[in-house]
Structure formats: structure tokens, C-alpha cells
């Protein structure tokens, strides 16, 4: 079945970086587009970033363009999310997620599969 693991993530001072690694098992990485959320405590899961099968196509919130950075490795069958300039509001449980089909992006429920979370803190 598919397994997503993500890792990296932890405790940082405002206007720190942290990469985010999610390691994907049982599928065909290529053919699955590949995303994170997160979720602030008390607030619904939001969609981060995105990055389609080819690696050309990447989309990203307005909160965290210019700051943030989606990439795959085929060989490796990982997606990693490069986070720089970090903010406290960015504080939050983060999630990798996949899915097959080509609808929207931005939408939680159009993704299928769903990793642990790992939890990125911020401080002041």
C-alpha cells in the first residue's frame, strides 16, 4: 500500500530555514503528483505547495511563495519542501500527501494518500 513518511522537521528561530523530506513507498512515484499541507492548531488543514509528475510544473500558497521550495526526486522516490525566511505563523503540523488525478491542487480532499505529519515550530 502506499506509504508516505515525511521527516525533518523541528524548532527554528524566526527567519530560519528547514527541509521537509517525505519518503514515498508502493506506488509508482512518476505517475503521482506530489504536495504538502499544514495545519495550525485550531485552524483547518491548508494547502503549501505542489509539484506535478514532471517536476516542471510546481504551484505554491501565496503565503509562502518566494519563501518556499517544492522538489522530487524520481531515483530516490522523494518530495522535499525547502522552507527559508520561516515566520511563526508558520508553525504547524505539516503533511505530504499524493494523489493521481489531475484535479486541483489546492484542495485537500481531491488527495488520497497522506503522511503522519511532522510538526514545524517557529519561535519569535
Known amino acids: 500500500q502506499v506509504q508516505l513518511v515525511e521527516s525533518g522537521g523541528g524548532l527554528v528561530q524566526a527567519g530560519g530555514s528547514l527541509r521537509l523530506s517525505c519518503a514515498a513507498s508502493g506506488l509508482r512515484f512518476s505517475l503521482f503528483k506530489m504536495g504538502w499541507f499544514r495545519q495550525a492548531p485550531g485552524k483547518e488543514r491548508e494547502f503549501v505547495a505542489a509539484i506535478l509528475w514532471s517536476g516542471r510544473s510546481t504551484y505554491y500558497a501565496d503565503s509562502v511563495k518566494g519563501r518556499f521550495t517544492i522538489s522530487r526526486d524520481g531515483a530516490k522516490n522523494t518530495v522535499d519542501l525547502q522552507m527559508n525566511s520561516l515566520k511563526p505563523e508558520d508553525t504547524a503540523v505539516y503533511y505530504c500527501?499524493?494523489?493521481?488525478?489531475?484535479?486541483?491542487?489546492?484542495?485537500?480532499?481531491?488527495?488520497?494518500?497522506w503522511g503522519q505529519g511532522t510538526q514545524v515550530t517557529v519561535s519569535s
Open positions: 500527501a499524493a494523489d493521481l488525478s489531475s484535479s486541483t491542487v489546492v484542495n485537500q480532499h481531491s488527495w488520497n494518500y
